[in-house]
T-cell receptor, first 110, second 119 residues
Framework: DAKTTQPPSMDCAEGRAANLPCNHSTISGNEYVYWYRQIHSQGPQYIIH???NNETNEMASLIITEDRKSSTLILPHATLRDTAVYYCIAPDTGRRALTFGSGTRLQVQP | GAVVSQHPSWVICKSGTSVKIECRSL??????MFWYRQFPKQSLMLMAT?????????EQGVEKDKFLINHASLTLSTLTVTSAHPEDSSFYIC???????????????FGAGSRLTVL
């Protein structure tokens, strides 16, 4: 899998946008970027994934740079329930499992 | 959407006993399921890939005789921790996907996890 680098922790005020960065400078042209989050003592939850274009769904937006070496997950209006560890993953095409790094621990503050 | 169910969600057992954890894909068929383990304050570590109708594939360092995996149907995989010891206490999480590989169309869905405590 392409190596991803994320800050270990971030804080965000409730109601504000949370912008979580991820560096994946070694990503190859056909590898997608996936974002998952894990709320304490639960299984990981899928958030969003993308290849080249920016993506948006009901949970978040994913902004991928034109050179695809980095991306940003945006939670537009963070709530306390968004406090979790967020994982950015770029699995090898053809790989069947996901490899998790350390992720970013997001703390949403009231 | 795809739903993966795990049972039990938590279990306490005595050292030396065996514990079985079930993983079910509720609304889709999964030829492949994955088992992860997570120790406190650590990330998820892939233990093994469960293949329907064939032997599981274990990651390096995972004892296949200790962690028995059975994938008897397209919707059920089981992980049995045999002769459990306190060091096996962990959070075990299964996952499944409709597809066979990541091509952008597939999403890996995770169960809620099973917390095992061995006394």
């Amino acid at each position: 899998d392409a190596k991803t680098t994320q800050p270990p922790s971030m804080d965000c005020a409730e109601g504000r946008a949370a912008n979580l960065p991820c560096n994946h400078s070694t990503i190859s042209g056909n590898e997608y970027v996936y974002w998952y989050r894990q709320i304490h003592s639960q299984g990981p939850q899928y958030i969003i994934h993308g290849l080249k274009n920016n993506e948006t769904n009901e949970m978040a937006s994913l902004i991928i740079t034109e050179d695809r070496k980095s991306s940003t997950l945006i939670l537009p209006h963070a709530t306390l329930r968004d406090t979790a560890v967020y994982y950015c993953i770029a699995p090898d095409t053809g790989r069947r499992a996901l490899t998790f790094g350390s992720g970013t621990r997001l703390q949403v503050q009231p | 959407g795809a739903v993966v169910s795990q049972h039990p969600s938590w279990v306490i057992c005595k050292s030396g006993t065996s514990v079985k954890i079930e993983c079910r894909s509720l609304d889709f068929q999964a030829t492949t399921m994955f088992w992860y383990r997570q120790f406190p304050k650590q990330s998820l570590m892939l233990m093994a890939t469960s293949n329907e109708g064939s032997k599981a594939t274990y990651e390096q360092g995972v004892e296949k005789d200790k962690f028995l995996i059975n994938h008897a149907s397209l919707t059920l995989s089981t992980l049995t921790v045999t002769s459990a010891h306190p060091e096996d206490s962990s959070f075990y999480i299964c996952s499944a996907t409709r597809g066979t590989a990541f091509s952008g169309a597939n999403v890996l869905t995770f169960g809620a996890g099973s917390r095992l405590t061995v006394l």
